[in-house]
């Protein structure tokens, strides 16, 4: 007999994993390694440790260590903010009247609002560790700079942020709270950089994209003794470090005795999702268990369901090594009146091959069905949910409502990665009906593609 189940499924802090998964030991189609852009030769641990931290290049290079031990330190951060809930969403299925079982697993339980602090922490003591001075980094909707501002904070290092221009002018506090936390935090294009100032010269008044940002902080790090840069998201490094929300959540589920059937989460670059879906997919492909596993992107910026599976560069400096991975193009920007974040070009690559295999979905959703649910989904559960975390609700509640039709008792897990404080302008647009869907077309999407390196 199933155990009652709580509200919260809380693990004890001695039941938080004591190792990250590493997806990639079980995977039989290795994601495709990062590429140097001129000679299109894998790129070696030396090539990358020009950019990144040597122990996050191992990391990011290692396709065999199935289990690498989180480093006690982390393990003490983490203690700060985790093991995070896994939430029943017994209101949520009390007010759509489903059969369906609905959990979430809730990242938003820290300042910095997000899933990012995980990785973040984990990158920061491995710059520390190097001993260098400082790491550079860019953010979009400032979630992640915030959680690289906090774990620089804690261990003593510079943290230097290129924070995308639309967002530095829409996002005032996103930038006091980083540096509150001793960030310098700069609007990106900048004329600190050669590249900033080529995209400025080209693109006068240019609000600035990921991409773009990405370069700068890349060249910063790269041009000054004593800095590496970090990335928030992507990376095989960052979902490695993300496993911790997955292996949480099947320890929450295996003490009740609990197995899902649907398993959902946003995709922007794909950390939250691989991070929570990792011990799952492990299991999947060990052939030892069978799960739905579906992302969800918004219809503005479709990497996945409309995205070409290929080689690309990660920034639109075009500075960056190149990863195979479902893409855009990386010229390509979401339209202006998307507000919902996920707005990166590409994809991680571990997921890009996972999808690619068929191990699992992809949908897209319109960011004013997505602000619905999210309005829903605050009035019955509480938490303000931030936009991209939406995208993930927004599937959830479709399942759950398709479960009400069937009358199947699925039971559907889902990521809520974070708050949406931050994201009251989005919300103020949706309330006053000033919030448009808009879809690319299949032209615009040529036109991206065609820009794509060519690499046989
Ligand atoms: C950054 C972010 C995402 C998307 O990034 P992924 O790498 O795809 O997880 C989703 N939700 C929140 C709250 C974020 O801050």
Redesign the pocket.
Known sequence: MAKEIPYKIYLEENEMPDSWYNVRADMKNKPAPLINPGTHQPMTAAELGGVFCDDLVAQELDDTTAYIPIPDEIRSFYRMYRPSPLVRAYCLEEKLQTPAKIYYKF??NNT?????LNSAIAQAYYAKKQGLKGVTTET??G??GT?LSMACAYLGLDCKVFMVKVSYEQKPFRREVMRTYGASVTPSPSSDTAIGRRILAEHPGTTGSLGCAISEAVEVATTNEGYRYVL???LNQ?LLH?SVIGLETKAALDKYGIKPDIII???????????LISPFMGEKLRGEADYQIIAIEPASCPSFTRGRFAYDFADTGMICPLAKMYTLGSNFIPSPNHAG??R?HG??PILSQLYHDGLMEARSVEQTSVFEAAEQFARVEGIL?????A?AIRAAIDEAIKCKETGEEKTIVF?L????YFDMVAYEKFHNGEMSDYIPTDEELEASFAKLPKVD
């Open positions: 990242e938003g910095s609002g997000s899933h990012k979009g909707a979630q992640w959680a928030g998201s992507v960052v993300q989460g946003c995709a922007g670059g794909g950390s939250n999702l691989g991070g974040g996920l990166y994809m991680s949910p931030a936009p991209e975390s995208h990521g990665t974070g708050t949406g």
